[in-house]
């Protein structure tokens, strides 16, 4: 092997290597696009899994409630949305569920009152 084919090698090596650097670096980005993904899934998952728990007991609490009063509270629904906005997740059904990130959104707004 000359000096030149060498060099010709290590000038390979080197490109090779710039690649693989530049793959890495996608695929750490990747993976942290991930964890955030899977961060926010599991808090919205959390905040969902209380809200369904919460109005289970509430559906509970009428069926039983049922013979001693068929009375149910008026704009009890529209009380759990607004709280569900309150708390900073949409309500409209254009991002139901999700984390709203300290922002206003008119489609939860107008939802909010039309069902007032
Ligand atoms: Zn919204």
């Given at each position: 092997?000359?000096?030149?084919?060498?060099?010709?090698?290590?000038?390979?090596?080197?490109?090779?290597?710039?690649?693989?650097?530049?793959?890495?670096?996608?695929?750490?980005n990747y993976l942290a696009e991930l964890l955030e993904e899977n961060h926010r899934l599991a808090v919205?998952?959390?905040?969902?899994?209380?809200?369904?728990?919460?109005?289970?007991?509430?559906?509970?609490?009428?069926?039983?409630?049922?013979?001693?009063?068929?009375?149910?509270?008026?704009?009890?629904?529209?009380?759990?949305?607004?709280?569900?906005?309150?708390?900073?997740?949409?309500?409209?059904?254009?991002?139901?569920?999700?984390p709203?990130?300290?922002?206003?959104?008119?489609?939860?707004?107008?939802?909010?009152?039309?069902?007032?």
């Open positions: 092997m000359n000096k030149k084919e060498v060099f010709e090698q290590v000038t390979d090596m080197e490109e090779k290597i710039g690649q693989l650097y530049q793959q890495l670096g996608d695929l750490k919205e998952n959390h905040h969902l899994r209380n809200r369904l728990e919460s109005s289970t007991e509430q559906e509970e609490q009428k069926e039983t409630g049922k013979s001693s009063s068929s009375e149910v509270p008026v704009g009890e629904g529209y009380d759990n949305l607004a709280r569900l906005y309150e708390e900073g997740f949409h309500i409209c059904n254009v991002h139901f569920g999700s709203r990130q300290d922002e206003d959104c008119l489609f939860c707004l107008l939802f909010l009152n039309k069902s007032k």
